[in-house]
C-alpha cells in the first residue's frame, strides 16, 4: 500500500465512528476501566442468597453518603437470615428480621417482578432495601447489568471488574454472594428520589444550612455537595485538612448505635470493630447543643481521628462529624467542642 492509499484508509477509519452516527442523538460519556467496578455518587449494595429452587435478592439502593449510614442494618439483616424447611408451596425459603430501626412493608402477594417486602427506615420513606425472589436459574451478571444500567447509569460489566465487585459471605452453612458497585445514577432512579444523588442546583451554598454556629477561627465553610449534609466547615494546616460535615436523619439514631459507632471506627479513624456487648459498655461524655445533652465519642487512631456528636432533635437524629489526621483533629478538638456549644437552631430547625 502506498503513501497516499495508507493516509485515505486511515482518514476513512477514523471518520467511520462518525459516519455510523449520522442522524442519531449522540451523547458520549466515560467508561470505568476494567479494574475499576465504578466510582459515583449513587451505590448499589446487594447481596444473592441461593435457597433451594429460589433465588433470592436483598437490595439497597441510594445515594453513597446514605447507603454508607444505613448498610448496618442491611449486614445485619443478612447475618441473620435463616433458612427454615419449606413443607407448602407458599412457604417461603428464607426468614429475616427487621433490623432495629427499620420498618417492613410485606407484600400479601410477589409482584411480577418477584417483590417480596420493603423496609424502610423509621420515619423516613427512601432509601428502600427491597427482598425479592426469583427462580434459582436467574444468572449474576445479568442481574447485575440490569442494576447497573437502571440503578447506576453503567454499561455491562466486563468479567474482569465482575470479580472486583463481587465476594462471598458464609451465613448458616450457606455462600452467598454480595455485590457493592457505585454509579453516576440511571433511569430506574427519580431526581426528586431522596435516594438520588442531588443535581447541582440542589447544592447547598454556604451559610444557607438551617441551623446557625459560630465559626472557629482558622475554619472556613464551603458548600455541602451532599443532599443529605447540610453544611460543611474545613480546617487546614499545610498539607493536612480536616473536614467536619452535619448531617441530620429521621429518625432515633439510624443505622443503629453498634453500625454507627464501628462505621466511624472502621471508616474514619482506622480501628477495629467492637462487638455489641463492648458498644454497649461505652461510656459516652455529653455535650450542650442547643439545650440538648448530646453525646460525643473520640475515636483517635495512629493516623486518623475522628471527632462525632449526635442527639436527636423532633424526630430527627443530628450527626456532626469531624475526620482527618490524628495530629490536626486533636489540636482542634477545643474548637471543635466551642462549635457544638454555638450551635442553635432558629425556628425550630427540625
Given at each position: 500500500?502506498n503513501a497516499?492509499?495508507?493516509?485515505r484508509?486511515?482518514?476513512l477509519m ?7 452516527c ?5 451523547s458520549?460519556?466515560t467508561a470505568p ?5 465504578g466510582?459515583?455518587?449513587?451505590r448499589v449494595l ?9 433465588a433470592?435478592?436483598i437490595k439497597l439502593?441510594?445515594q453513597?453518603n446514605i447507603?454508607?449510614?444505613?448498610e448496618p ?6 447475618r ?25 412493608d410485606?407484600l400479601?402477594?410477589?409482584t411480577a417482578?418477584?417483590?417480596v417486602s420493603k423496609?424502610?427506615l423509621?420515619g423516613?420513606a ?5 427482598i425479592s425472589k ?6 449474576l451478571k445479568?442481574n447485575?447489568?440490569?442494576w447497573r444500567?437502571l ?5 455491562a460489566?466486563?468479567?474482569r471488574?465482575?470479580?472486583r465487585v463481587v465476594?462471598?459471605?458464609?451465613v448458616?452453612g450457606?455462600t452467598?454472594?454480595?455485590?457493592d458497585?457505585?454509579?453516576p445514577?440511571?433511569k430506574g ?6 435516594g438520588?444523588p ?9 451559610g ?6 459560630k465559626v472557629p ?5 464551603t458548600?455541602?455537595s ?6 460543611t466547615l474545613?480546617?487546614t494546616?499545610?498539607?493536612d485538612?480536616?473536614?467536619?460535615k ?6 432515633s439514631?439510624?443505622g443503629?448505635?453498634?453500625?454507627n459507632?464501628n462505621?466511624?471506627r472502621t471508616d474514619?479513624?482506622?480501628?477495629p470493630a467492637l462487638?455489641e456487648?463492648?458498644v ?23 493516623e486518623r481521628?475522628?471527632?462525632?456528636v449526635?442527639f436527636?432533635?423532633?424526630?430527627t ?5 469531624m475526620v482527618?489526621?490524628?495530629k490536626?483533629?486533636?489540636s ?6 466551642e462549635?457544638m456549644k454555638?450551635v442553635?437552631?432558629?425556628g425550630?430547625?427540625e
Amino acid at each position: 500500500m502506498n503513501a497516499v492509499l495508507s493516509r485515505r484508509f486511515v482518514a476513512l477509519m477514523l471518520l467511520a465512528p462518525l459516519i455510523g452516527c449520522a442522524g442519531e442523538d449522540v451523547s458520549s460519556y466515560t467508561a470505568p476501566n476494567d479494574a475499576d467496578p465504578g466510582t459515583g455518587s449513587v451505590r448499589v449494595l446487594a447481596a444473592i442468597v441461593p435457597a433451594g429452587d429460589d433465588a433470592w435478592f436483598i437490595k439497597l439502593t441510594g445515594q453513597n453518603n446514605i447507603v454508607e449510614m444505613v448498610e448496618p442494618g442491611f449486614r445485619e439483616l443478612i447475618r441473620d437470615l435463616q433458612f427454615p424447611e419449606v413443607k407448602k408451596a407458599d412457604d417461603l425459603s428464607i426468614q429475616w428480621k427487621t433490623p432495629k430501626g427499620w420498618k417492613e412493608d410485606r407484600l400479601k402477594v410477589p409482584t411480577a417482578t418477584g417483590l417480596v417486602s420493603k423496609l424502610t427506615l423509621i420515619g423516613m420513606a427512601k432509601p428502600e432495601m427491597t427482598i425479592s425472589k426469583l427462580p434459582a436459574s436467574a444468572t449474576l451478571k445479568s442481574n447485575i447489568d440490569r442494576w447497573r444500567r437502571l440503578d447506576l447509569g453503567l454499561p455491562a460489566i466486563t468479567p474482569r471488574a465482575l470479580e472486583r465487585v463481587v465476594s462471598e459471605q458464609e451465613v448458616q452453612g450457606r455462600t452467598i454472594k454480595v455485590v457493592d458497585m457505585r454509579g453516576p445514577g440511571g433511569k430506574g432512579m427519580s431526581p426528586t428520589d431522596p435516594g438520588h444523588p442531588p443535581m447541582q442546583k440542589e447544592k447547598r451554598p454556604v451559610g444557607k444550612a438551617p441551623l446557625k454556629y459560630k465559626v472557629p477561627e482558622g475554619w472556613r465553610e464551603t458548600a455541602s455537595s451532599s443532599g443529605m449534609t447540610v453544611a460543611t466547615l474545613s480546617v487546614t494546616d499545610g498539607k493536612d485538612t480536616a473536614q467536619l460535615k452535619v448531617t441530620p436523619l429521621r429518625g432515633s439514631m439510624p443505622g443503629g448505635l453498634t453500625g454507627n459507632v464501628n462505621r466511624w471506627r472502621t471508616d474514619d479513624a482506622k480501628l477495629p470493630a467492637l462487638s455489641e456487648a463492648e458498644v454497649e459498655r461505652l461510656k459516652f461524655p455529653t455535650i450542650p447543643v442547643a439545650g440538648i445533652e448530646a453525646k460525643m465519642l473520640d475515636l483517635e487512631g495512629k493516623e486518623r481521628r475522628a471527632l462525632v456528636v449526635w442527639f436527636e432533635r423532633g424526630g430527627t437524629t443530628w450527626f456532626f462529624k469531624m475526620v482527618g489526621p490524628a495530629k490536626l483533629v486533636g489540636s482542634q478538638k477545643a474548637k471543635f467542642e466551642e462549635f457544638m456549644k454555638s450551635v442553635q437552631f432558629p425556628g425550630g430547625g427540625e
